[in-house]
């Protein structure tokens, strides 16, 4: 372990720093949402600025949907900034021209002082209105994040289930969620830094016009190696950006291998750290040998940058010179040009890194824009018919083939479940159990066939009302970070005073996770996670209690329970099953591969590869030979062949 802990400056290695490190895996190479980068990358500035145009408009228009009076208040400040920094210009000459006038020294400084107090003045405003423009404009950050987050999570929780199966949709939630959401506010940002750019170039631009327009084109002239060290250090750091991306990312999931709950019993089981410090090692030192070249590369561009400027300046002074020599500016005018020149090109430099950024960052942000439309579409829309309550279930010929793939996952399948009945769903691995429990729950849409509530086609249902009768135990199901009672409470979260129902606490009764609860060390109160101060872990088996809890807490017309005691101890599952048997008002559909709990169900439908091959009750079955009985025989005898080996001889 010592001699991997050794250690080593990062640039010691002196391999290629693009190579990539050797145990590189496939899915960490660049992915799709990288052609954006690429893109970017790869289009000239003047391209960049043709489309301006329409990228203001859009982040207006988001500035503008988000909160009217931060927008106007952030642009028209900075363009009452530059109104005073024209003044400030045109004030400052005076100042100059009656400093430099002839006679007196104090005759000469009081003749200027009222031009030096309107200078001071609008100095002072440009400050102070900057200041507010900066506020306005950090105001709207949080807001636009805040917007832009809920529409995303709005459109997330809307559509259908099925999209999560299909591999594009997840690809461009992952975009739209982990960069395409950020940049919006970005987008602003860099639309409002471009207005302060260009209003502070006019600004500097009129003044000096009003001053003598010869001057301009040299502002201009020495303006422009200011724009081109800026766009070209800008493009270039993002090139090297784009070059490191793939190790950043290996170093993020190395990081978060090394430094999260969830990892640290297996690397420390496996002992694999050596191996993860080794490797993260690797990519560091390729990582941060690149970093130094950029930074290398950067003071060149800068070098040469400012060579050029200053031969810039140095053009503009020979002018200025000639100007002053041939009488066609004053000294007075030609002192303020020089400040503008410097005004004129911090401002330039503003537009243009705006620019720059602008472009790049609206590509990821029409990702997330494209996201919200696929998103929408894929809301269910259903029918308008309500429903309280279902008497039969009747799936006719329904089947279900998910997104890419090329046999059915469910095939034809037709069979009927009626209130009072508790029936189950039995058969092998991967032969469609949860997948026809999801299409009876609505969580998917059929294929082909369909499904009628008491004689109705359930697509024509209303499916929030469709979705009320529903209570699924899933098989994965996922640890709530709430309380126990939370865990429990958001199985029916809006549930009315008035309507009937077990409570939290007979619920939890209900699941064998009562007593558990209660000797938590704030009893339902407790928050069931350790990422958090005086979070609790549970076990497996509790947290399945806690599961079935909240399925029996929602007291739904249809129970379907995927799996449910898959992690109990017997104790809990005898109690639950005792309160999964027939109930007047409920159908319950089980799925389980423990064939004893089925024995008593109403009628048990067997499936094999998607389609449903036996149906009957358990002594039906066994009488008619088949699939279940070998299952359930299989089973039977490893626990007659258990009792035998146990026995002590
Ligand atoms: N989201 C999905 N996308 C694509 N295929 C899927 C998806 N979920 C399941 N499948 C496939 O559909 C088939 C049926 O899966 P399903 O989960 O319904 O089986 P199951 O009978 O519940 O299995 P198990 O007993 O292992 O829980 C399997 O071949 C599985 O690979």
Redesign the pocket.
Known sequence: MESMARQRTPVEDDDNPDDPPATMLPELEDREWLHHAQEFAHTSFWAVARRLPRLVREAVGLAWSTNRRDTVTSIGLNIAAGVMTTFGLLATTSVLRELFAAGPTPDRVRSALPALIVAASAVSARGGLTIAAGWAQARLTPQINYQVELRLFEATTAVDLAAF?DAGFAEEMDRARDRGMAEAAWIVDHTVNLVTGVVGMLATAVAVTVIQPLLLPCLLLAAVPQAATAVRMARREYLAMLARITRRRRMWMLAHLMANRRTAAEVRAYQMRDFLLAEYRGVMAVETRAELRLVRSQTGTRVVGATMAGLATFGVYAVLGGLLLGGMVALAAAATALLALQSARTSMGVAVVATNSLYEDALYYQDYRDFLARAHARVPVGGDRSTDGVDVIELDGVSLR??D?DTP?VDRVSLTIRRGEVVALV??????????AKLIAGLYQPTGGVIRWDGVDAAELDPRALGAQVAVMT?EWWKFPFTAGQNIRVGRHDRPPDRPGPSVQEAAGAAAAHDMIVGLPHGYDTLLDREFKDGHELSGGQWQRLVAARGLYRDAALLICD?PSAALDARAEHALFQHLRRHPDRAVVL?T?RLANVRHADRIFV?DQ?RLIQQGSHDELMAAGGLYRELFELQASGYRADADDALPR
Not at 427 to 436: F, I, P, Q, R, Y
């Open positions: 199966d998910y997104p793939t996952a058969g092998e691995n991967g032969s469609g159990k949860t997948t026809l098989q799996e799925i591969h499936l998607g």
